[in-house]
């Protein structure tokens, strides 16, 4: 069995298995399963009921996309009576005017139209069809998610670390971390080295 699956021949076989299974995921539970039907409801619940009384609960959505999760922050702060504020990172020009459209009167929510990413820059972001609403900055990604690897659509974006992201907004604690970024959620930890080290008590959630 070890030979069988070591050998190269069956590789692009194993690999077109791996497309097809993530081609399904976005095409099913992202796309119809609304958030408050998975585990994040919970999920916010327990980490708004660690924090320390008198202080609002700072929340970064990284992968803000159209505001899901955003909502359901804010949702489930009114319903335990807590104050919060939401740092969205998204780099999408059309989901950052749905976010604008959608939260824009809302002070307790903060648009960043950039990507967390391993270095402060500039990027790609790949589309995997045309409108669509989820983008990676990986484009094998997007072939995954749909699209050929000629002729995808693209925008260039800004991208900057957690860490720089953190104290360029005076962030010094973060109660709950989201990571929803196709794929990219690896490298943007690599450039939150320090704020995931100091804040390693809080309670963090990551897609």
């Known amino acids: 069995m070890t030979v069988l699956f070591a050998w190269p021949a069956l590789f692009p076989f194993f690999r077109f298995i791996q497309k097809l299974c993530l081609h399904a995921t976005n095409r099913t539970s ?14 916010v619940r327990a980490a708004l009921a660690r924090l320390p009384a008198g202080r609002a609960a700072v929340v970064i959505d990284c992968g803000a996309n159209e505001g899901a999760y955003t909502a359901l922050v804010l949702a489930e702060a009114e319903r335990a009576g807590r104050a919060v504020v ?20 809302d002070r307790r929510v903060h ?19 045309a409108g669509a609403g989820g983008a990676s900055l990986s484009p094998e990604t997007s072939v995954i998610q749909g699209t050929s690897a000629h002729g995808a659509e693209s925008e260039v974006i800004a991208t900057t670390t957690l860490d720089a992201f953190a104290g360029a907004v005076g962030v010094e604690d973060i109660d709950l971390l989201k990571l929803d970024i196709e794929g990219h959620e690896w490298k943007a930890l690599t450039g939150a080295d320090g704020l995931v080290d100091r804040k390693s008590k809080r309670l963090n959630s990551s897609h």
């Open 111 to 129: 648009l960043h139209q950039m990507a967390a990413s391993e270095a402060t820059g500039e990027a790609r972001l790949h589309f995997p069809w």
């Open 30 to 43: 992202a796309g119809f399963l609304p958030v408050t039907l998975t585990g994040e409801p919970h999920v």
């Open 86 to 105: 939401v740092h969205q990172l998204e780099p999408s020009t059309r989901c950052g005017d749905a976010l604008r459209a959608r939260f824009g009167a």
